[in-house]
C-alpha cells in the first residue's frame, strides 16, 4: 500500500491517521505535540522527527491543521520541495476559501496534484473511519487522493475545482448553525405553548420543520434518539468551532458579495455563546443562553 505522510495528529488527525495504517498504508506521521506523536505511534504509525522528513518518498501528504496560516505556513515552508513532484497534497483541514485556493494554485505552479477535502462528522467519525469528504481540485487529483479518503470516511464527493471542497464546508455548516439556533428556538416557543417537546418532536420530525439539527441532533435530553443534549451538551461538536466556521462563512460572504442574513444571526449568537464560556460545550447546548434569555424577559 502507499506511503502516505499524516500533519496533524490532533482529535480529528489522529483518528484518521491510525484509520490509514488499520487499512494497511506505510503512515509516516508528524505533529509538534509529542504525545500525539506517541498516541500516532501506538496506533501503528511511523514517527517524523519533522514534517520534511515525513514528506520525503511519500506518495500521498494528509494533513489536518487547526487554522489556514498552519495550512499554508506547513504547505510553504515543509511540503512543497520536500514531497516528490509526483505525490498527491492533501488537506482535510477547515479553512477560509480565499487561503485554500492560493495554496492550491501554488500546489499547481508547482507541479503537485492537490485537493482540499474538509469533513463532515466530528471526533467520533474521524476515530470510526465514517467521516464525510468534500473535495475540491482538478479530476486527476481527486482520483488519486479517493482511495485515501475513502479508508478515512463513509462518503467521498467531488465538489468542483481547488477550493469548491471548503466552498461546500462552510455552506453546509451555515445550514447547520442557523437550523440549530432554529430548532432550539422552535422547542422552547413550543413548550411555552403548553406543547409537550417529545410531542412537538414526533410532529415536526415528519413535517416541513423537520431538519437534521432537529431529526438526529434534538437539543432537549429524552426527546428524539440520543445526543449531546443527553450528556449534559457534553462531546459532539464544540460551540467554538461551529462559531469557526460560521465565522468562515460570513468572511467568504463578504468577500463573494452574498448576503448572509440568518447566518450572520447565527454567528452572533454563537459568539455570545462563546464568549459566556461555553467554546467546548456541544453546539446544540445553545438553547440554554436562548432559555436563559427568554426566562430574563430578553
Ligand atoms: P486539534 O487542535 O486537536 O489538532 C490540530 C493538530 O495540529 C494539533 O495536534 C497541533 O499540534 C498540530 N499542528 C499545528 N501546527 C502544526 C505544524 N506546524 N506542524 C505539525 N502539526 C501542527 O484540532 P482538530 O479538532 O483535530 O481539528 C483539525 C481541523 O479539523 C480543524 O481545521 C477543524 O476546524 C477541523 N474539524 C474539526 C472537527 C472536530 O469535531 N474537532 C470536525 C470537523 C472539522
Known amino acids: 500500500m502507499a506511503r502516505i505522510a499524516f500533519i496533524g495528529l490532533g482529535n480529528m488527525g489522529g483518528g484518521m491517521a491510525a484509520n490509514l495504517a488499520k487499512a494497511r498504508h506505510s503512515v509516516v506521521a508528524f505533529d509538534l505535540s509529542e504525545a500525539a506523536l506517541e498516541r500516532a505511534e501506538a496506533a501503528g504509525c511511523e514517527r517524523a522527527t519533522n514534517a520534511r ?36 497534497l492533501i488537506d482535510c483541514s477547515t479553512i477560509d476559501v480565499a487561503t485554500a485556493r492560493r495554496v492550491s494554485a501554488i500546489a499547481e505552479e508547482r ?28 479530476d486527476e487529483a481527486f482520483a488519486k487522493a479517493e482511495p485515501i479518503l475513502s479508508a478515512m470516511g463513509k462518503a467521498v464527493i467531488h465538489a468542483g475545482a481547488g ?15 442557523a437550523t440549530m439556533v432554529a430548532t432550539c428556538e422552535a422547542f422552547l416557543l413550543a413548550r411555552k405553548l403548553g406543547l409537550d417537546p417529545q410531542t412537538f418532536y414526533d410532529i415536526a420530525s415528519q ?10 441532533y434534538a437539543p432537549l435530553p429524552g426527546v428524539g434518539p440520543q445526543t449531546p443534549a443527553d450528556r449534559d451538551y457534553q462531546g ?6 461551529m462559531l469557526k466556521d460560521l465565522t468562515l462563512a460570513m468572511e467568504a460572504g463578504t468577500q463573494a458579495g452574498a448576503d448572509t442574513p440568518m447566518g450572520r444571526r447565527a454567528a452572533e449568537l454563537y459568539a455570545a455563546f ?25
Request: glycine share 14%; hydrophobic share 50%.
Open 163 to 177: 477550493g469548491s471542497g471548503q466552498a461546500a464546508k462552510i455552506c453546509n455548516n451555515m445550514v447547520l448553525g
Open 236 to 241: 459532539g461538536f464544540a460551540a467554538a468551532l
Open 274 to 298: 462563546v464568549e459566556d464560556g461555553h467554546a467546548t460545550t456541544d453546539f446544540s447546548g445553545i438553547i440554554r443562553m436562548l432559555e436563559a434569555r427568554s426566562e430574563g424577559g430578553a
Open 53 to 88: 522528513e515525513a514528506c520525503a518518498e511519500a506518495a500521498a501528504v494528509v494533513t489536518m491543521l487547526p487554522a489556514g496560516r498552519n495550512v499554508e505556513a506547513v504547505y510553504t515552508a515543509e511540503v512543497f520541495g520536500a514531497a516528490p513532484a509526483s505525490a498527491v
Open 111 to 138: 507541479g503537485y496534484d492537490m485537493v482540499d477535502a474538509p469533513v463532515s462528522g466530528g471526533i467520533a467519525a474521524a476515530a470510526a473511519g465514517t467521516l464525510t469528504f468534500m473535495v475540491g481540485g482538478s
Open 207 to 216: 413535517s416541513s420543520g423537520q431538519s437534521w439539527s432537529l431529526t438526529s
